[in-house]
């Protein structure tokens, strides 16, 4: 069980991993580069290993779902919304997803929605106000609900549908983890380039100071950081993320990354200079207790196994 939240704090890194990054290229080139450079790593080895790289036909919509969702629109929200947000508050906005991944599971597969999850869910749904409500560095105006929050909202709910088709290619184990995370990831790469190729075009018509191939001011700098972030956040995370996904429900997995947020503090901390106030701490613990009891309930129904 602990296994788990060593990947959170990995993940938990990312964020300020993106953010340094944007001191060098555009946000959608980061998403971009990281998930070309991944899904080929991750192909490249199933090649080498002599696989197959055939799809069936049913599955191919599903991969095409997980690579877009998760891999290219989720992310772009994500590090869009970066610009005007601390990380550790997207991060705990992206705590959304275990509310997401409850829906789903309860269309998709079946899984029973007691009064004991409901209860567990809406006490940590409601931690979420304080930190909605409270102030961050973004610069747009000053309603309880600002836009980088709501395209936070949309990246979590994106994030998570994403995770839920994974589940069911997972579950039919007819392709390896590598395999599934390669073609998706090459989907989410390819989708985000023509995001970004668009991005640097439109906005800087009049000045081409940089390829709209690769619009990186300093590339020395830049792959310094993009190594990491592929390294924690695609082939190590993302690797386990859908081990785990072939062991536990949707929700569960999603669970995990509450701890997210504490790490995210703690790293924005670190090294952006970035602070938390009290509410941060409220909300974090409103949302992790809830939560908890939502993981218990589904512990007792026997949705997944124990280690």
């Known amino acids: ?13 990312t964020y300020t991993l993106n953010k340094l990054l944007m001191m060098y290229t555009i946000p959608a080139f980061i998403v971009a580069s990281r998930m070309l450079i991944a899904g080929s790593l991750f192909l490249g080895y199933h090649w080498y290993k002599g696989r197959s790289f055939k799809v069936r036909q049913t599955d191919q919509f599903l991969f095409i779902q997980v690579g877009f969702l998760s891999f290219c629109v989720s992310f772009l929200a994500e590090i869009w919304a970066l610009q005007y947000l601390s990380t550790a508050k997207v991060a705990l906005l992206y705590n959304l ?7 789903f599971s309860y269309v998709f597969f079946d899984e029973k929605m007691t009064i004991k999850k409901f209860i567990g869910l809406s006490i ?3 931690g979420f106000i304080p930190i909605l409500i409270a102030s ?7 309603a309880p609900f600002k836009l980088p929050d709501l395209v936070m909202a949309l990246a979590a709910i994106c994030y998570t549908y994403g995770w839920i088709a994974l589940r069911k290619l997972t579950k039919r184990r007819l392709y390896t983890v590598g395999f599934i995370n390669g073609i998706s990831m090459i989907i989410g790469g390819v989708c985000s380039f023509i995001v970004s190729y668009a991005w640097y ?12 191939f690769f619009p990186v001011s300093d590339a020395t700098s830049f792959f310094a950081l993009l190594i990491p972030l592929i390294a924690a956040g695609n082939l190590f995370s993302f690797y386990w993320y859908v081990r785990f996904l072939q062991r536990y429900t949707a929700t569960f997995v999603t669970c995990v990354d509450l701890t997210g947020p504490i790490f995210s503090a703690f790293f924005g901390w670190l090294f952006l200079g970035e602070k938390v106030n009290v509410i941060f701490f409220l909300s974090c613990a409103a949302v992790l207790g809830g939560i908890y009891m939502f993981y218990q309930e589904e512990l007792r129904q026997g949705y997944f196994e124990h280690e």
Do not use: K, R, W, Y
């Open 1 to 13: 069980m602990l296994l788990p939240f060593i990947i959170s704090a990995v993940t938990a890194v």
């Open 136 to 142: 961050d560095i973004n610069v747009f105006d000053q």
């Open 124 to 126: 940590g749904f409601l």
């Open 201 to 212: 075009t439109f906005a800087h018509t009049t000045n081409h100071t940089l390829s709209a």
């Open 97 to 103: 997803a275990p509310f997401a991944a409850a829906a």
